[in-house]
């Protein structure tokens, strides 16, 4: 498929790929090659207001198939997971509207409920994470495991991050944050744990830690002068 609708396109140009999207009633449909010459194809199409999916095929004859559900379903999904393995029949069958009420509920707490009804590729970096730590909490965690979720983020949105991170500790629901940004993590984490080159280095209360000679070597180069 991938290598038919690259000759046609090669042949007619846009206008070819513009009737074989609309013949196919298709909201977007694109060609790429890369410098190897392997060519893929994708078919991208709106199955409702808020679920996009899409397919791309490609010549040596792989194909990937993603639904991009908004915020809304996205946590709502991840709340059915606990119901069965097969948590999209789980969305289909458990009452909807409950489940996307608790959904909602859950982007309010993580501060992106206004962008409910958003497509996740249309959200900037820093909702996508605030996304996955609802879709976390959908599963009524005992212990929230959270792996560099400040990576990437500017220091407005890693504090931001960090507060929320922060909010989320309650009894019965501990958390354990891996994460390289220390000045946030000083901040609002009671205790720490140091590794370096995957060896323990030291471990106890956060001004105790942050003040060791230890973490001055391993961190800031500090030498024992």
């Known amino acids: 498929m991938a290598s038919a609708v690259a000759t046609l396109a090669g042949r007619g140009g846009d206008g ?7 013949g196919f009633g298709l909201d977007d449909l694109d060609v790429t090659t890369t410098d190897s010459g392997a060519t893929a194809v994708r078919a991208g199409k709106y199955i409702s207001d808020n679920v996009y999916t899409d397919v791309t095929a490609a010549s040596d004859g792989t194909a990937d198939v993603s639904i991009n559900l908004d915020l809304t379903d996205n946590v709502a ?9 097969r948590p ?3 969305l289909l069958h458990r009452d909807r509207a409950e489940v996307r009420k608790r959904a909602r509920d859950l982007l309010e707490l993580v501060g992106i409920g206004g962008a409910a009804e958003s497509l996740p590729d249309n959200l900037p970096l820093g909702y996508l994470k605030r996304l996955e730590v609802a879709r976390a909490l959908a599963l009524n965690p005992k212990l929230l495991l959270l792996d560099e979720p400040l990576a990437g983020l500017n220091q407005s ?5 960090a507060d929320l991170i922060a909010s989320l500790a309650q009894p019965g629901r501990a958390i354990l944050l891996i994460e390289h940004n220390l000045r ?3 901040r609002i984490c009671p205790r720490l744990y140091v590794q370096d080159g995957g060896r323990s280095l030291i471990d106890g209360p956060t001004e105790m830690v942050m003040a060791s000679r230890e973490l001055r070597q391993a961190y800031l180069g500090a030498s024992d002068a």
């Open 16 to 22: 070819v790929i513009g009737n074989l999207r609309e």
């Open 77 to 85: 999904l991840a709340a059915c997971g606990q119901a069965l393995h």
């Open 88 to 90: 999209l029949v789980a």
């Open 157 to 161: 949105e890693a504090k931001g991050m």
């Open 184 to 186: 946030e993590v000083a």
